[in-house]
């Protein structure tokens, strides 16, 4: 029997019937629409997670102060609480770690600030004139913090916009005016531009002031709450790593690395672990879309079986005129098959549509993946193949008078 | 052409007990002959045809189709076997309800791989020669009348240039006249074309038709006479 000839006794055997030819593809439809949508979800949301996690900075390495544990006693201070790193390792690492591009040592604390009688509870962050390029912040109006400022322990803000919302309202020009921080005025120089929300807390909510200004004014002290680090690209991330913790177990006179009494978190790492997380998430509503493939593959199975029980004498009456067992199971086969294969069609057009909604109604940025379209294709002829082996290995093992006598 | 050697069918009925179709029968048939299998109802004789369509195999005994023993025949043999040297009319006639009269004419030529618009030609000529009508060609089995299904029935069978054309009760569901013309078309094809043709009937008028009357009752052969030399 010839490829076009089977093709065409395919589609007068399935157009034959076509309700239910329908029905049964529709199982396979669902099943292929979900896993193309939920992969398509899955992958959209880790690209939502990773954008916003690359929008702190790139290639950042972030030291914080950790507990300290003396040996013998697990007595833990709160982690982050601790105060174990100064503006003397900031320097150190500026001096000794040649690799990275930029360092900006930062301390933060939230204080109750106010603003011609408006006053909001924020974030207020003493850092250097590196902190836009190490975090990717951008400048809306006016300038950031110079050496100039740090040097003269200038009383000087810079203001994210949520804030300055927060302060003086929308639209108002707030360069120039005057807010105050634990009674101590500040001078507005500069805005800063939308982020949007990150992961790690909104950057637009914050008031960005000299860290030698913070440290004697407000802190009181010369500790930091986090040292930003950027490498100068992502393969020398893990070098540098290795670089600060060996400074600063130096430095702290530390001998065992797991009593280190601070932290460094390399944002390759934070990525990875993010990713993993929807990764698995995506693995998960794959899995659930994939139990309906299942489900609509028995129904393939279902209704082949109902056709050979049918098609009996039809099939006895095909031996008679000379069809071999393989040209029986081979029309089986393709039957089955050209079922799936038109759900999974129609299941990733479908999917597709779905994806392209949930991106449309500003849910998610959803991204269709052409592994996932091979994927459904191949799952879908793989079912196909799987579920119509038995009916057509039973319409083609049948003795040609029995089935030609079958009522 | 063709000869059976003392062959037996036993049946194995639902409940264990045994049934015994053919109890033994031998004959020969030669190139170009006119057989009509004559018995009544439950003789034995569309068992006995099967085995000649290679459609079933004997309990014991043998078939030989050309000297060779069709038990020896491999699956695809067979199916090879059937395919270019039988053609076989059915008595229930058994056409595809959802295809057109010539596309389940063409239907043994799908199988034996021969070209589209060779097919078609096959299989008007069949037709012909069964005597159906043209204007009948695109009509679906369910559309026509009896002696017309009975033609395409025939037509099916004689599509692929058989050497060998198998008939059971092609008349049983006929009125008399239309019987007749069938018969007819059977006799031109065994004298005009030299095919062999073999058919089972349970009626004597029928059986005159052919040139050799073999009757079979209760799977033994009884009777095996040439009705005109």
Known sequence: MKTSDMMQETYMALSANKARSFLTILGIVIGISSVIAMIAIGEGAKGTIQNSIQSIGSNLILVMPGAQRGPGFQVSAGRGSARTLTQADADAIIKEITLAQAVAPEISGRYQVTAKGKNTNTSVVGTVPAYPAVRNIQIDQGDFISEQHLRGLSKVAVL?????????????????????????????????????????????????????????????????TTISVQAKDSQSMAEIQQEITGLLLNRHNISDPQLADFNTLNQADIVAAASSVTQTFTILLAAVAGISLVVGGIGIMNMMLTTVTERTREIGLRKAIGAKRNEINFQFLTEAVALTFLGGLIGVILGWLISFGVTRLGILQTKVSLFSILLAFGVSAAIGIIFGYYPARRAAALNPIDALRYE | ????????????????????????????????????????????????????????????????????????????????????????????????????????????????????????????????????????????????????????????????????????????????KTGKIVLETFQKLNQEQGRTIVLITHEREVAQHAGRVISIRDGELVNDAKTRV
């Open chain 1, 160 to 224: 994210g916009p949520t804030a300055r919302d927060d302060l003086f309202g929308e639209g108002v020009q707030a360069v120039g005016q005057v807010i105050r921080v634990r009674g101590i005025e500040f001078k507005i120089i500069g805005i800063t531009r939308t982020k949007g929300g990150g992961g790690f807390g909104s950057q637009d909510d914050m008031i960005f002031i000299p860290i030698s200004t913070a440290q004697k004014f407000l802190a009181g002290d010369s500790y930091v």
């Open chain 2, 1 to 176: 052409m063709l000869e059976v050697k003392n062959v037996v069918k036993t049946y194995i009925s639902g409940d264990g007990g045994q049934f015994q179709a053919l109890k033994g029968v031998s004959f020969k048939i030669e190139d170009g002959e006119f057989v009509a299998i004559m018995g009544p109802s439950g003789s034995g004789k569309s068992t006995l045809m099967h085995i000649l369509g290679a459609l079933d195999n004997p309990t014991s005994g043998a078939y030989f189709f050309n000297d060779k023993n069709v038990a020896d025949f491999s699956e695809d043999e067979l199916a090879d076997l059937r395919k270019n040297k039988i053609g076989f009319v059915f008595q229930q006639f058994n056409l595809l309800p959802r295809a057109t009269v010539i596309r389940n004419v063409m239907l043994p030529l799908v199988y034996a791989e021969v070209e589209e618009k060779e097919r078609e030609e096959r299989a008007t000529l069949a037709l012909k020669a069964a005597g159906l009508e043209e204007s009948r060609f695109e009509h679906r089995p369910n559309q026509l009348s009896g002696g017309q299904v009975q033609r395409v029935a025939i037509a099916r069978a004689l599509v692929n240039n058989p050497v060998l054309i198998l008939a059971d009760e092609p008349t049983g569901n006929l009125d008399t």
